[in-house]
């Protein structure tokens, strides 16, 4: 499943992130309203966590926009405002959900969860398969031909990333801001020392290679 979290606070979002990410989803965040109202135009996402108070435009606004744009994309507010009257202004704007904070994440990840099922009991993506190597999402667990590869958290993340792209070219850049949450280059072979180790585990004992190098560009997986 693919998120947009809309948050000002920067650890929130990151931490916000880093959970859905390790429940298996896929997250982008903008930190104010105008660049999350423009996140959610260009891009196609399965559930949008608003909060409601950003600088530049405040998320009902955000809400109240997109939906008269025609965007039925579920919605869940966040908010430390949260009196009776808050709640309903929130939504009447056009918000499926309201959760105040502070909050439990494991809420929040059954919150989304719950709103992506209602839209569409089969939108939410938990198996991912190329060629004979599968990923199963809820179960995090990885087999190819029949055989358990056993991958840690890391590893799990790097191959779901490859996995969702596959086919595609995936670059260096690209791998440090979903898989790492780093928004530079740290200059370090962090990358390659995990393409390694997948590669030890995915492809060396099996005799055929899916992981491949496109050199100067990034990485490709295929059957």
């Excluded at 507010?77 to 959900?97: N, P, T, W």
Aim: with cysteine; hydrophobic share 40%; net charge negative.
């Amino acid at each position: 499943m693919r998120i947009l979290i809309m948050e000002d606070d920067k650890q929130v979002a990151a931490f916000m992130g880093r959970g859905l990410r390790e429940a298996g989803h896929v997250c982008d965040a903008a930190h104010d309203g105008e660049d999350g109202l423009e996140m959610a135009r260009n891009s196609q996402y399965d559930v949008l966590v608003v909060d409601r108070m950003m600088p530049r435009r405040d998320g009902l606004s955000v809400i109240e926009t997109l939906r008269a744009e025609g965007m039925a994309t579920p919605i869940l507010i966040l908010s430390a405002l949260g009196e009776v009257d808050d709640r309903v202004d929130g939504l009447k704007s056009g918000a499926d959900d309201y959760l105040v904070k502070p909050y439990a994440f494991a809420e929040l990840l059954a919150r989304v969860e719950v709103l992506a099922r209602r839209r569409d009991p089969g939108s939410v993506q938990t198996q991912l398969s190329v060629g004979d190597l599968e990923m199963d999402l809820l179960a995090r667990t990885v087999r190819r031909g029949g055989e358990d590869v056993l991958l840690q958290p890391r590893e799990f993340r790097l191959l779901e990333f490859l996995m969702r792209h596959a086919g595609q070219v995936v670059t260096r850049t690209m791998l440090l801001e979903k898989v790492w949450d780093y928004h530079f280059d740290p200059q370090t072979n962090v990358i390659d020392v995990h393409i390694s180790r997948l590669r030890s585990k995915i492809d060396k004992p099996f005799g055929s290679t899916m992981l491949h190098t496109v050199r100067g560009a990034g990485y490709r997986l295929q059957a």
